[in-house]
C-alpha cells in the first residue's frame, strides 16, 4: 500500500502561481511513477502530468504544457506541481496518483489515488 496526501491547494487570481506536494508513505516512493490528475465539477477526472521515478521521463496534457512544471524528490518521498500562469479554467480538485507501472496519462493505470486538494483560480 501507498498512502498519498496532497497538499498546496488554495485560491488564487488568474495569473497567479500554486505549488502542489505530495507526500507518499507506505511502499518504496522512488518505485513509483507519479501523476497528477484534476477533477472540475461534473466533468471527469482528466490526466495533467506525469513523471517516472526517476524523473527522467514526464508527460503534459497540451492544456497545461509550458505552465505546469512537474518533480520529484525520492529523498524526501514527495513529488510537486508548480503551476503558474494559471486560469480559471485550472479550476478543479487536483489528485495525485502512483503507479508501478511505467509513467503513463492513463487513469487506469494507476494504483494508488490521494484525497485531493482544491485549486480554484478566480477571474
Known amino acids: 500500500q501507498v498512502q498519498l496526501v496532497e497538499s498546496g491547494g488554495g485560491l488564487v487570481q488568474a495569473g497567479g502561481s500554486l505549488r502542489l506536494s505530495c507526500a507518499a508513505s507506505g511502499r518504496t516512493f522512488s518505485n513509483y511513477a507519479m501523476g497528477w490528475f484534476r477533477q472540475a465539477p461534473g466533468k471527469e477526472r482528466e490526466f495533467v502530468v506525469a513523471i517516472s521515478w526517476s524523473g527522467g521521463s514526464t508527460i503534459y496534457a497540451h492544456s497545461v504544457k509550458g505552465r505546469f512544471t512537474i518533480s520529484r524528490d525520492n529523498a524526501k518521498n514527495t513529488v510537486y506541481l508548480q503551476m503558474n500562469s494559471l486560469k480559471p479554467e485550472d479550476t478543479a480538485v487536483y489528485y495525485c496518483?502512483?503507479?508501478?507501472?511505467?509513467?503513463?496519462?492513463?487513469?487506469?493505470?494507476?494504483?494508488?489515488w490521494g484525497q485531493g486538494t482544491q485549486v480554484t483560480v478566480s477571474s
Open positions: 496518483a502512483a503507479t508501478l507501472g511505467g509513467v503513463t496519462e492513463t487513469r487506469l493505470g494507476y494504483d494508488y
